[in-house]
């Protein structure tokens, strides 16, 4: 018997449209034959995978964001100190006051 191509239906499930899904009730999990704790514990499973597996590309944001965040700080430090060094080479060209004159 030869195997249909994928996405083939026949005629009469072809004019049903596509099949919908039963709406499920809150707290009723995905697979109604598993005790809750282990229904819990693979639910658990799934998350950690999906953590771990997006997690390089969070780590690649956040050393992105750092690398950028280290740059603006050093540019502005080094703006500041530019600023600083202008400043205190024409406060080091004046004279000093006069001391004032005692009253007699």
Do not use: K, N
């Amino acid at each position: 018997m030869a195997s249909a191509p994928p996405g083939w239906a026949p005629a009469s499930a072809q004019a049903r449209g596509p099949r919908s899904r039963r709406p499920r009730r809150a707290g009723r999990s995905r697979s109604p034959g598993l005790p809750p704790r282990l229904a819990a514990r693979r639910a658990a499973t799934v998350l950690h995978r999906r953590f771990w597996a997006t997690l390089p590309a969070r780590l690649r944001l956040l050393r992105t964001v750092t690398l950028l965040l280290t740059v603006a700080l050093a540019l502005l430090l080094g703006l500041a100190g530019l600023a600083a060094t202008g400043t205190w080479d024409t406060v080091a060209g004046r004279d000093a006051p006069a001391p004032p004159v005692p009253p007699t």
